[in-house]
């Protein structure tokens, strides 16, 4: 079992960053890939991007390019994704998610934190 907790989420101007964390903890996860997702109220669960925890290989989808990254630290079994220069359509509930194979399909993952909400103001 593997259990992900999500914070750093909160209020913040446009223009501003916020570094979110996944603690991760249960079973090793150094076959696993480590995926962050968004929902905003409404929309689908979209994908932000993936990091491999063996290797530390990143993926980042188009429109987060150069304002979103995401990074791990093996030691503290933890995940990051670092958002800077936030707009307010970057508000929304930012979820960790662990799996397997990877990829952009929330139904792909097995495991999932609770979500923390980011909230950007103009």
């Known amino acids: 079992q593997v259990q992900l907790v999500e914070s750093g989420g909160g209020l913040v101007q446009a223009g501003g960053s916020l570094r979110l964390s996944c603690a991760a903890s249960?079973?090793?996860?150094?076959?696993?890939?480590m995926a962050w997702f968004r929902q905003a109220p409404g929309k689908e669960r979209d994908f932000i991007g993936v990091?491999?925890?063996?290797?530390?290989?990143?993926y980042h989808v188009d429109s987060v390019k150069g304002r979103f990254t995401i990074s791990r630290d093996n030691a503290k079994n933890t995940v990051y994704l670092q958002l800077n220069n936030l707009k307010p359509e970057d508000t929304a509930v930012y979820y960790c998610?662990?799996?397997?194979?990877?990829?952009?399909?929330?139904?792909?993952?097995?495991?999932w934190g609770q979500g923390t909400q980011v909230t950007v103001s103009s």
């Open positions: 998610a662990a799996g397997r194979r990877g990829g952009g399909n929330w139904r792909a993952y097995d495991y």
């Open positions: 990091i491999s925890w063996s290797d530390g290989q990143t």
């Open positions: 249960g079973r090793t996860l150094r076959t696993y890939v």
